[in-house]
């Protein structure tokens, strides 16, 4: 198969970028699309061109750091797959692929299709987890859940922190994110001392980081791989609410 | 009062407002609509009712209310919808993204759609509110005779032409609006499907209400 | 000779000794101290997050762009844990009698114990933090059982295991951060350790988004970097994962242990192509319920449909009736490859097995089913187009993980002081060959419960003059990494690091892999010279250092890697005897299981970095509590 590429490269975050058009031969349905994309980059590197840098690295869709914006799409064509586990059959001979990196201003690029994710991680330090010391923990069976308790928490809790949510917003709103840490937390006992405190800890770093705001316009739950769902971002609202009148 | 702070101060708490306000609109609206279909009883009934109503000090206060709400809700919204223009920051997808193309329909318009009901409020006010006063007698009490002016606005194709495409912007609104406001108010997920179909029920109510009303001045004159 | 300080008496006791011979450091004076984490994944995070809370100073190093994104996270199936709460006769005894015996009796006893004794302190801490294990209707928490035991003792989080306790650990480290107490260094890559007077004081890192290199020095350096599957190119591991950290402390004087003990997993999804980039694991859970089998006639080529019961071989049950499908790993890969080399291997290549799930839903509906594998069974299905709930999964064995790794003591501290190893990257706890869902238990054990007691330990038994980054250590250390990045620009050859690794692969599998024997690893290690010769003569990377390259990075962790390749070689061809994951085909029972020499070979083998000649340092073990015998899963 036959495919055209057109590639975002950029130097630097400050250095301006351009589309780069690329052609590859050979490529073989069963290859993954990041597979696609190494053996460009071999091919690069064999006529001594600085080849494309990209975020990977389970490539089994777990470890959340590829992200790439595929024909406009956070991770391409297909609903609940992040890029590394989409397959080349999904496109056909003499497709042109425009591959972009993750657009937020929260997000900025490092080089090529590579972003700097860490507003992530500073929103959890913000309260996305459980204080409890190593060594005090209770027996594990003290603490009762039930089953569909438990199941619906670890829907939320599914999350891989990809950042495709924000790349297909239109307004790059990181709410799925925040929701699915806060409703994971909120619906489990153990997460609720800190109710309160844990969801304007991580509202409020949210906003600082620079993300827009949710308009409810649905497309980050079609854009995520884990199939995370708006009922979250609904529970955060409650949960921001609620913590008007709780400390 | 520190928690309602930030509350209030976060892009949350203040979409909160934005669906709070909205509901309370959306409330204004339906019964503003039920209210002029007296057009089809007729005349008396319909020029009785205004009356009754500007007629009570309460008005007042309702008016003042009413202008509260429009305030927050766009005056929130248009700031949030400034800032999310800023979170999206300049890069590559700018032309190749099907962000808005991925976004529910309604959605992707809001600001839009706002601004031009805002539009049409202002000229309905001129229109109406402050526009020609004729007067008639009914059972000896002088009330302001609001069905005339209201047919003969309707009369004009031009306006009612206005009027239509106002009511499909407003429908657009709130077809998203509705049951987004309950999402942000955390009560359902638009994802849930009884909401979105009585969002959408409401705003084809709200809007086909009103939408009927220059239809029928036009061609039957309010005879 | 190695002293491996395994407390005194009685194995039940020895912990409970060791925590109160463990000299202590004041609360107030903890954070004086700082101590260097490199490594985020389960080990890591769990050690520096703990540490933190106890009051040291920590610095946290990943490579990644965040904490959460360590290949710990990837880990499917489960933890184990010696609750009982299934009350089927498991106690701390049972799991470490199971991980001793499953271990091909090649692990230390102590560390093996304490491991088990641990394990249930896990489960409390994961579930406290908020990890959603799966429950019963009532509320307890439920478990499944895997290979190599009898009991059910799996805890697990859907086929998400790994990734729930890493946010766990994560969520806990990045708390710390919030406070302060610990320094995040994300994207940044440990490469070089710094000793000074023969402790460990401080590493030297390079910023992959600037390629600045930069030093950190402090009173402990911890590693928690994983496993060097990868040295085989093709196996499970994330792409990333690298032996660079292990190998530049191994050459900085610590002894790397037993390296050849690979572990080849039975369930992964077969190669599909040269174009091939990792391969993908099917969580060891699936052969609770799917059954593994193969055509009975050979060269078989009807499809697996068509293929009636009685036409089927289902060799695991058929050989060893006791365990079943649920044999080790070593085991079960074994067997596959044997059916294959029979040439009764089914798919294009030949080279998988089925695991067939067609009884399974018949039995509980393809609904309970997908509550339990759902993630995997859709995994399965993007990678091979195939829908596994109507045709059975075709599986291969592959490389993921090793039991090989730096050398430590009971402490967890190895040969140079200060520089302790957690996790896949120390050789302790497996032996030749670790069962299913244990290696979860030992990250989080190593990290939580074991390094901060050692930790402690060894920063109040010592006094430590505070270094600072114009030390000539330190300066040296930094200028030879310097060096290092400057001599792969030089090259100025015309392949990528990523065909020289292929290279590297391929010689490994073929000769180091499942099977070994003496000509073909003197073969390999002839060619692993060779290539080593290749990659110094014709790597190409660019020439901008400075900023984020991830050519730079491959070339550093490849040249690694063929050093680490010939070691492998080396100590394959030293253990002229079978056991675990580590089969010499010289040495085999009959019946074609491994055969073990426990009067020459009951030892670690501990090798030094010597150029060209590593020495071999032997640490006996001896096994007072767990009684030694030839493994049978029949």
Known sequence: MKLNLKIWRQNGPSAPGNFVDYHVDHVSPDMSFLEMLDVLNVSLVNKKETPIEFDHDCREGICGSCSLMINGNAHGPETGTATCQLHMRRFKEGDTIVIEPWRAKAFPVIKDLSTDRTAFDRIMAAGGFVSVNTGNAPEANSILVGHDTAESAMDSAACIGCGACVASCKNSSAMLFVSAKVSHLAQLPQGHPERAKRVRGMVTQMDQEGFGNCSNTGACEAACPKEITLENIAQLNREIVRAVFKD | ?223 | MLDSKIPSGPIEKKWTQRKFENKLVNPANRRKHTVLVVGTGLAGASAAASLAEQGYKVKVFTYHESPRRAHSIAAQGGINAAKNYQNDGDSVQRLFYDTIKGGDYRAREANVYRLAEVSVNIIDQCVAQGVPFAREYGGTLTNRSFGGTQVSRTFYARGQTGQQLLLGAYSSLMRQVGDNTVELFTRHEMLDLITVDGKARGIVTRDLKTGEITNHTGDAVILATGGYGNVFFLSTNAKASNVTASWRAHKRGAYMANPCFTQIHPTCIPVSGDHQSKLTLMSESLRNDGRVWVPKKTGDNRGPLEISEDERDYFLERMYPAFGNLVPRDVASRAAKRMCDEGRGVGSSKLSVYLDFAESIQRMGESKVREKYGNLFQMYEKITDENPYKVPMRIYPAVHYVMGGLWVDYNLMSNIPGLFVLGEANFSDHGANRLGASALMQGLADGYFIAPYSVGNYIGGEKLASIKSDHEAVKATTQAVKERIESFKKVNGNQSAETLHRKLGKIMWDHCGMARNEKGLKEAIQQIKTLKEEFWSTLWVPQDDRCLSSEIEKAGRVADFIELGELMCIDALERRESCGGHFREEMQTPEGETLRDDANYSHVAAWEFMGDKPKLHKEPLNFEFAHIAQRNYK
């Open chain 2, 1 to 223: 009062m520190a928690h309602l702070k930030t509350f209030l101060k976060s892009s949350v708490g203040r979409k909160f407002l934005v669906g709070l306000t909205g509901l309370g609109l959306s409330g204004f609206v339906l019964t503003h609509m039920a209210g002029n279909m007296l057009m089809f009883v007729g005349p008396e009934a319909y020029n009785t009712y205004g009356h009754k109503l500007t007629s009570t000090p309460l008005i007042y206060l309702a008016e003042a209310g009413l202008l509260a709400m429009f305030v927050v809700h766009m005056g929130l919204a248009l700031k949030l919808a400034l800032e999310n223009k800023q979170a999206r920051g300049t890069g590559p997808s700018q032309n190749a993204s099907n962000c808005e193309k991925n976004a529910r329909f309604g959605s992707r318009y809001m600001a839009l759609t706002g601004i031009l009901v805002l539009a049409f409020i202002v000229l309905h006010l001129i229109s109406f509110k402050y526009g020609t006063y004729y007067s008639v007698n009914y059972q000896g009490v002088e009330m302001r005779d609001l069905h005339r002016l209201v047919v003969e606005k309707f009369k004009s194709p031009l306006y009612s032409g206005w009027y239509l495409f106002s009511m499909i912007v407003l429908f657009v609104h709130l077809a998203h609006g509705f049951s987004a406001a309950f999402q942000s108010l955390g009560f359902f997920s638009v994802r849930n499907c009884l909401i979105k179909k009585i969002g959408w029920a409401f705003a084809l109510l709200v809007a086909g209400g009103f939408f009927i009303q220059p239809i029928y001045g036009y061609f039957y004159g309010g005879n």
